[in-house]
């Protein structure tokens, strides 16, 4: 399924300001940080733009783009990418 939409999957990868760029050009960021909800410790992510949690997606039905960064560990962001 991830080869049809052209998903790329990169597990165990941190995400801060040192290496957000690797990110890029993508149409939406998903960062699913497990079952337990975590903030991030990023500048501006109190109000990110473009960035949904796992719960905007699932439980709220935000749309997404076309081309989405998931990020996350366990099972909430394999949901995400299989939903």
């Known amino acids: ?3 049809k939409h052209g ?3 990169r597990l165990g990868k941190t995400f801060d300001s040192s290496n957000r760029e690797i990110f890029g050009g993508f149409d ?3 960062l699913a940080t497990g079952v ?3 903030g991030l410790n990023l500048e501006g992510s109190k109000h990110p733009k473009g960035v ?5 997606v699932l ?3 935000k749309p997404v ?12 962001g394999l949901m995400l990418l299989i939903t």
Request: hydrophobic share 40%; charged share 35%; glycine share 6%.
């Open 1 to 3: 399924m991830r080869a």
């Open 7 to 9: 998903v790329t999957l």
């Open 28 to 30: 939406e960021v998903i």
């Open 36 to 38: 337990k909800p975590r």
């Open 52 to 56: 949904l949690s796992y719960l905007d």
């Open 59 to 61: 439980e709220h039905e």
């Open 65 to 76: 783009g076309e081309k989405v960064a998931i990020f996350g560990q366990e099972e909430s």
